[in-house]
């Protein structure tokens, strides 16, 4: 029995808790070592980044299903035709279709009903609430309560629908109140990633990155030059993110290259922590080589090559030796869709760390300082998904307890009052409201109910987050790009 591409069988792995499993994996290559066969699998329903080379030895062959056929249908010249077809292949084609349908209907719009926003209270009693979901329109009082009473479900909001997943990714399924388009964006500085459309692209091609003194695994494919592809290690310089084929190219190049930080203004320094501000247009090498590092770890974006749109504020930890590359977040000089945040990532040696929460209230600083609420763009990834809803979670938590009481009366906010003290997009603070399933509607009012449970977690997880962004360190004056004849 001969396993070909596209051919789908359970696959032996472990699994975070160091037992085995028999996921189904679809195989996405096959190739020869020393006479001996290795397969490139994907686990159907997992995250790309777990995609790897696998032995014969770990292969199920007893439950495999070989890629269908399509049957013998006339052609339009009258000439029968058939070609294998994966499942892979099936969704591509459905894809196409209804991206197709989307694209004729461009121009055609709804018209949907309006509610107007009520205002949102505090309440510090217990009372019997009846749930209902805020519109993303609401303008009238919310009031938020305190050690509440349990409650209900919240039922979906009608006309809401599911985002399809984007060409084929499971990543990200989330409802569309989060602002995520249910078909790929086509305009803004980075759209949905099509090379699913390419086998090549769907596997990794870097077996390892060494950076500084860390050695990074990629999770996804770059498009590095393809000769470097088959090296066992690429070299990147820490400090102007160039890419090298060995130890002593790097050496060298480290006598030569005078950048001890990322070139640019550095707009925010506390401590060990700064911030350097880069513009795409003035450092494009930089730029570049910034993105071609940051697809191995981003698979839900396409690469673009023209960093002329788009600044690039990278942050940095300093020792004796420089600044080092913690992470970085893009943004376009000018978005006409609030979006506050292009990419976003935290390098895997310093994840799980407080970094990416980090990042994310910086953009927010800065577009305070700029006197805008901001979004990122989405669709998000997995993980940046969870940073969000954290962030924007203990962010109005934060808000939400802090309000005092006027003479004994519960407190009262609206969502515009809370977007313009964060910073966070209206849709944003509504959607997460939601998600906390904080907002009820009792007697004619919207009330936000916090219970005890949802007070200690908050109190705990702002316990653990130690790195904070302090406004008094940030020397940043916003441009207004839409003066300059070019960026």
């Not at 400090?239 to 640019?264: A, D, E, I, V």
């Not at 040696?349 to 800065?366: A, C, D, N, T, V």
Request: a positive charge.
């Amino acid at each position: 029995m001969e396993v070909v591409e596209g051919c789908r069988l359970p696959v032996l792995r472990r699994n975070q808790e160091n037992e085995n499993e028999w996921p189904l994996a679809e195989i996405l290559s096959v190739k020869d070592i020393s006479g001996r066969k290795v397969f490139y699998v994907h686990y159907i329903d997992f995250n790309k980044r777990l995609d790897e080379w696998v032995t014969p030895e770990r292969l199920d062959l007893k439950k495999i299903q070989f890629p269908k056929k399509e049957a013998k249908t006339p052609t339009k010249n009258g000439l029968p035709g058939s070609r294998p077809n994966s499942p892979e292949r099936e969704l591509k084609k459905t894809l196409d279709l209804s991206l197709h349908s989307s694209a004729a209907g461009i121009g055609k719009t709804i018209p949907t009903p309006k509610r107007k926003l009520e205002a949102v209270s505090l309440a510090t009693q217990c009372s019997p609430v009846t749930t209902a979901a805020a519109a993303p329109e609401i303008q009238t009082p919310v009031y938020a309560q305190q050690n509440g009473s349990a409650r209900r479900p919240m039922p979906p909001v009608a006309g809401r629908k599911r985002k399809a997943n984007c060409l084929g990714t499971d990543e990200d399924s989330q409802d569309s109140s989060d602002g995520i388009p249910s078909a790929p964006r086509m305009t803004g500085s980075l759209v949905s990633d099509r090379s699913h459309d390419d086998i090549v692209t769907r596997m990794k091609n870097i077996e390892c990155i060494e950076l500084g003194r860390h050695r990074l695994k990629p999770w996804y494919f770059s498009p590095y030059p393809q000769e470097l592809t088959s090296l066992p290690v690429l070299y990147l310089c820490e400090f102007c993110l160039k890419y090298l084929k060995s130890l002593k190219c790097l050496q060298r190049h480290l006598t030569k290259c005078n950048l001890r930080h990322p070139p640019g203004n550095e707009i925010y320094r506390k401590g060990t922590i700064s911030f350097f501000e880069i513009d795409g247009r003035k450092n494009k090498n930089y730029s570049q080589n910034l993105c071609l590092l940051a697809k191995c770890f981003l698979d839900h974006k396409t690469l673009y090559y023209d960093t002329d749109p788009f600044l690039f504020y990278v942050m940095t930890e300093y020792d004796c030796k420089g600044f080092h590359i913690v992470g970085y977040f893009s943004k376009e000089k000018e978005s006409t869709e609030d979006y506050n945040v292009a990419c976003i990532l935290t390098l895997p040696p310093y994840q799980r760390r407080g970094y990416g929460k980090l990042l994310i209230e910086f953009s927010y600083e800065l577009s305070k300082v700029e006197g805008k609420t901001g979004t990122p763009e989405k669709p998000l990834s997995d993980l940046g998904l969870l940073s969000y809803r954290s962030y924007w979670s203990q962010t109005i938590l934060e808000i939400l307890m802090e309000l005092k009481s006027d003479n004994g009366e519960r407190p009262q906010i609206t969502i515009n009052e809370i977007s313009e003290l964060t910073s966070i997009k209206k849709e944003d603070v509504i959607s997460t409201l939601q998600y906390l399933n904080l907002i009820n509607y009792y007697k004619g009012q919207y009330i936000l109910t916090l219970s005890e449970d949802i007070v200690e977690g908050h109190e705990k997880a702002m316990m653990k987050r130690h790195l904070r962004i302090d406004s008094k360190c940030l020397h940043f004056t916003p441009k207004d790009w839409s003066k300059r004849g070019k960026w």
